[in-house]
């Protein structure tokens, strides 16, 4: 194996990108159980009574976590020209702008307090919690921490505007009890950043209790606080939750009609009639190993294979057959009871799956392409 | 009766399929009657000044209770067979199929205790806190726990992000405020985990007020943890919310429009036509012994019978009609005032109400369906 | 006047259903005033300090209360033939039909105090309290009240099901945080009746902080707490929520398609065209005496009465136009600058106001529509 | 420059209407920063061990902040006739109708305290917090209070009736609690009126725990009360979230399509065709000076300007060219790899952002759309 070679084959066990390597399942999940351990280990340290910190075995796991991520930095490094947005350039220009993206900076923050504590050995307690970004390293594994982020960033004036909003009601609420109650209350409302505190735990009900009016004029500007409030609580919640939602659905969207329009009956369609069959069709995501057909349950779903590799195996003489993209199987019209075939995902793999409820909406819309899929599905159970 | 048609009898009963069956009825409430009961005793077992552990008649109820759910159990055993989704099996094989579904363990789970307290006598207190378990056996009689389990499932991916977002949160709140405050409040945030129950009181906004920051920037601190708590709960909401109320319009949306593509005047309509109907026909379910129209009242919708029975009864003569699925009655166009006829559910019935504005809509894209929904109106009210 | 006319014109007073009529409208806001004024007075009562009980004046206004609501009760029977629902019917069936409808139980109930009170002269206190039922008299005000209603019952089941689920959660978190805190706070957590009221403070993220987990296996318990409360807070809140905008909607949408499918130029429009249109249509109610156009400002919606009257008064010469449904005013395609009108509604009216850029997206589809509203538009300035 | 000119130029940079104008963004930021300096200071005024209130820095910051606001009001009633809504009015009518809109009311009640302060010397206090409603001014500049001021304006009915449920909801909670527990507790729950702080605090879920039921019945009541606020929060986020986003997303709707529908190739597509485009177009929002393609990087959209004026820089020779609204550029079919040139806004810009999934979709039910587009990027390229 040539270096060129072997750098390719460390970034697909980097990225996980090909469905069914064990090898880099076993490093993927290697490097979570090191961070999780290493986490939970600086967040542990910090408990006086537990008293880890000098402990032979806490500092041999400090200095194996320090080591597997400055591995995997280097590692990430090195592959990074491997990347197909940066294949045009050369390996130094695709390393240098591999450096500076977010998950590269929050990698070499998780590495950092190892030279800070090597330069700086007297300040070891904030070198210790600055181990803590090390959970952050796991946002590479999360796409919702991505969507979180782009609903953010997509409605970041609204969301400025809604801060703004907030900002008011803490200013105008903290006014109102700062002239109602600081003279009975001098400790908790004697000036308006006092207040502020206790306008801002009502404002978000959350409502700790520990400062809290006492005179009739300062209950009643209390409760129109509170019902403010949830105006307050409603707008974030609006903006984020359609944001979130519609960023994930699009996503979904593009991807599955993208997916339906290449694969055979749905390519001989027109492009109206495919959107008017997709808000029917609902695609589900089998990981490697899942059962998607039991032998002998019966089938409630008819299905047809977008993306990944299945294992089809039929009862009687044992023969396996592989199921690739566009292949169709399970519901059959005629064959009623139990099925004789198992089906299984040996690559995560997507699946359209049609109930027998909506295969009759289906077929009253567009015979056509029940009754293809229904050839298709009887081809197949015959073979 | 022979056995086979015993065993059919008995789950027709237990699973309360056939509209109007008397005795499935009495069983079921006396089911839900005894899960009831017996989770009530189980929990006002605990309080001591009520000293129910040592009566005769808290024991006997135990007892009674343990012996319905142990009957009921095997009883489902002997029918499982009989299940729809089991019916090419052996009897033994369905059994067993039955056995390892989670209905089945959970009624498992709530005799199991009778067997425990057999075994190891000493246990008690572990013992009568596991009946509470039988509260889960009310799931078996609510679509809406159904309805959640799916949500939950089709959304776990979604889920698994916010849960990890929200310790990021948790971690990240709980690590200010421990380097913040934790040499003034040592008792409270003198370690990383007790800051985190701060943290996790704050960001979901329960603020119990337990502990609570007292420095300038411990609540500067708190002030964006609140902030932050508000899109911390907008996540979980979004992603539940939008998959509930799919998962419960979806399966509402093609339950409606299977049965009205198959009932007249609809059948008889191009499928496209079908769909744009849709929205303006609300189907509506009527438990045995509701009254759909009442004598004397003037009727506000036309109504079109889906599925179910119903029984009209005449005001002049007295003479009673059974109406079934396609039967149209209601709102007639010249007929203004009052009905003089009543109109009765004997069977849980679904039927489409559409209102004398609606029909005005309908009338103006669809003349047609809604000239024949006159005709047959008319008819039956003449008959 | 006869006595039928008087009947007639006391029930138009009283559900002030005719626009513009000075009579009702002060009955309305008497009724109101009254309503809420012996609601204040009930609360205030209880206030120990204030002594309100034994002045002459409260008990005056108390016994003026109960003359109003009874009078209005008593004309409320007198009118109930003249609804349109019960029109059909003997003055005394109809009479007997509106005593059992709710808003007449309320009713009654809001005088009932007057008769407990002369009855059981002791039980003074309940009596007291019972008047506060007067609020819901409010109700009848209130479509809003409507609507909550009718959402609450068409997601019945929903809820119901919301319900168990919160009733599973309470259990479970209590049963665990007995078994975790039953020894160390025995006050707090000494059986599960006493656990389930910090659970369910906790799961609707109230959070009193009057009992608290001090453990670390009952802080664990509570964080999961928690964070499953976000979930059972995003139930009913998704349910609710659907539900109750899509009444709202729902009801608006059918009655601004009516209205405007039978105003010219729209009626002369097919209906699926209506159907495109109608999402670019906005309606907007003006009270009797709000003005739609002020003079000298520039006009910026093309309005189309679709309810009510307006009163339009020229600048010149000081001739008064009314304006009924129809009628088609405001911005003009070649006048630019001020208005040389004003517009006044003289009566409740629903007004379709189109704003310049959607009258540029409707141009573009339906360039007939918007020629003949601009024609209208036209005639009528010049008029 | 003649006095026309001036009052003009003034308006403009008052407004900020022309992209790219240097001169309108200092004055723009310098107000605001003057904004949040004034309310920081008269907040951090009234935290008395600051003593700030004597230092010659803060009088003189206080002088400063008040002549600014004074010129800033004094000139904005100056330019007030060169507003496009008051063009046709004489300088004295449309100063005078300036002076009653609410920011001018918001100004002058920004800069009143020090008119206060001269006539009123010894009420120094409230003269001090009324300056807080400078926050106020910050409106002028966030489009978010305005969609919030829309939002709550259009739901005024639905969120009044909300409200009156809320009362509903203290009341009978309150009076349930008085009559519970007035005994045990005096203090707390002796009258109705104190009984209704708790209600408050516990229907919002704030929750303070500083009145806490103590009795079985009491905290049966409780429960109730919290399950019951579940549903009040419901109701205004429902409302509230609904309006808001449907404000916010239907001016954009509304600017996009009358932008696309006049820009080729899309103007030369029959409306219809556009109306089923449209929800596959995202339009972007570039601020002056960023970067909407970096040299080196793949580009992965197709960007179409709507608005604004972009830079277009090549790599080879350094000439720059200008693209205003209907240039195309970006992603190109073949040209795979990292992009040669880089685009910068050097105004605010609004572009179209079709991504490589989206021009998937797109093609393939348009393809003569698609085909013009690409066509135009690739002249543009070779241009």
């Known amino acids: 194996m040539n270096r060129d070679t072997a750098r390719r084959r460390a970034f697909d066990i980097l990225e996980r990108d090909l469905p069914g390597d064990r090898v880099a399942d076993v490093v993927h999940y290697f490097l979570i159980a090191t961070i999780l351990l290493s986490v939970s280990g600086a967040v542990l340290a910090t408990v006086p009574s537990l008293e880890m910190r000098d402990t032979w075995w806490f500092a041999a796991g400090e200095h194996v976590a320090l080591a597997v991520f400055s591995v995997e930095y280097l590692v990430r490094l090195w592959v990074a020209p491997e990347h197909p947005l940066r294949r045009g350039m050369s390996p130094q220009r695709a390393r240098l702008a591999y450096v500076v993206t977010a998950p590269a900076i929050i990698d070499l923050l998780a590495i950092a307090p190892l030279f800070f504590a090597l330069v700086h050995e007297h300040d070891f307690h904030a070198v210790m919690v600055l181990r803590l970004l090390r959970f952050l390293k796991l946002a590479r594994y999360s796409s919702g921490f991505n969507a979180l982020y782009l609903s953010v960033k997509r409605e970041r004036y609204a969301l400025l505007s809604c801060f703004l909003i907030l900002c008011s009601g803490v200013l105008i609420a903290a006014t109102a009890m700062y002239l109602a109650e600081r003279t009975i209350q001098p400790q908790q409302f004697g000036s308006i950043p006092a207040a502020m505190w206790w306008a801002i735990t009502t404002l978000t009900t959350v409502g700790y209790g520990d400062v809290v009016p006492v005179t009739t004029v300062g209950r009643i500007i209390g409760g129109i606080t509170m019902v403010s409030g949830l105006v307050m609580l409603a707008l974030p919640i609006a903006i984020i939750a359609s944001s979130f939602s519609e960023v ?24 109206p009639v495919l959107g008017d069959l997709l808000p029917l069709l609902n695609s589900r995501n089998f990981d490697r190993g899942h059962q998607v057909v039991r032998r002998g349950e019966a089938a409630e779903h008819l299905f047809v294979v977008l993306e990944g590799r299945l294992e089809r195996e039929a009862s009687t003489g044992g023969g396996v057959e592989m199921l690739g993209p566009g292949a169709v199987f399970g519901l059959l019209p005629g064959a009623s009871g139990a099925q004789a075939v198992a089906v299984r995902a040996v690559a995560k793999s997507k699946i359209l799956a049609i109930e027998e409820n909506e295969l009759h909406v289906l077929a009253l819309r567009h015979p056509v392409v029940v009754g293809r899929l229904m050839a298709a599905a009887t081809r197949n159970a015959g073979a």
């Open 248 to 271: 994930i659905s699009k996503h979904h969207f593009v991807v599955t009609f993208s997916m339906i329009s290449r694969l055979p009956p749905f390519s001989e369609l027109e492009a």
